[in-house]
């Protein structure tokens, strides 16, 4: 009976050891978007006519994210490790006065002991502190970006350091076909070419192709052809009639303007 009671023990022993090391892995690519946040501390976000809805939204390619507070835009980056392991880091907001900071102060405070995340049967994002308290819940909302807004023509006011609008001579556009996933891009005399891709606020050139007329300066061509190949993700400037494009280090590569019709 003493044998039996004791085999037993050790089984459920070794059940519960199994149980507590089986953590289910979660891919980082699976936060890629956005999510709205629905309750930080187990409190529910209450959202008036007054406030925007807080959300986070993850750039898994270059490990950063940004969103909003309720009161302030929120930015920064964020690592991940082995067991679903995240800590946000560098998070900044911008200044701006509001009558109430509360959900924001909680959020940063939150976002500060972050230690993992998971997502759950429902689909829903928890991140959770180390002792795997749930910290911020969120649920999946439709993205508001993605290279699709890319398609038309765009006046490309600068490329690197070069400030594209001083060129009172010629003007350079990019068009984006979504039909096709292709782009071309006009320098200072030929064409540059090739296949965009991306998914959110990730995206990637490739298969550069340039026309081969002779020009006196081919400066711009150079330019394009060496830094179009290094953009990995982009963002509006304000509205969806400007957007910008940056590198793995966040460097800024391009800022295009949606062409007057």
Not at 10 to 37: D, F, H, Q
Not at 62 to 81: D, E, Q, Y
Request: with cysteine; net charge negative.
């Amino acid at each position: 009976m003493k044998s039996s009671l004791l085999a037993g023990l050790a089984i459920t022993a070794v059940a519960a050891l199994t149980s507590c090391s089986s953590v289910k892995s979660i891919p980082v690519e699976n936060l890629s978007g956005e999510w709205s946040i629905k309750k930080i501390n187990g409190d529910k976000v209450k959202v008036s006519d007054e406030t925007v809805e807080p959300y986070l939204a993850f750039d898994v390619v270059n490990s950063r994210f940004f969103g909003h507070a309720g009161c302030n835009s929120i930015m920064g980056s964020f690592a991940t490790g082995e067991d679903n392991e995240i800590e946000f880091t560098s998070t900044g907001v911008t200044m701006m006065m509001c009558p109430d900071i509360a959900t924001e102060d909680a959020l940063l405070k939150a976002l500060a002991s972050v230690k993992q995340y998971n997502i759950n049967d429902n689909g829903d994002l928890e991140l959770s502190s180390a002792s795997d308290r749930t910290l911020v819940s969120l649920t999946k909302r439709p993205d508001t970006l993605s290279p699709l807004a890319l398609d038309g023509e765009w006046q490309v006011t600068s490329l690197g350091e070069l400030d594209l609008t001083e060129d009172a001579d010629n003007s350079y556009t990019i068009t984006f076909n979504s039909e096709d996933d292709t782009f071309a891009m006009t320098t200072d005399c030929n064409t540059v070419s090739g296949k965009y891709a991306g998914s959110f606020v990730d995206i990637n050139f490739s298969g550069l192709r340039t026309t081969r007329m002779a020009c006196p300066s081919m400066e711009i061509e150079r330019t394009v052809s060496e830094l179009l190949p290094t953009i990995t993700s982009f963002s509006e400037l304000g509205d969806d009639n400007a957007f910008a494009f940056y590198d793995a280090h966040g460097q800024l590569v391009m800022m295009i303007n949606r062409t007057t019709e």
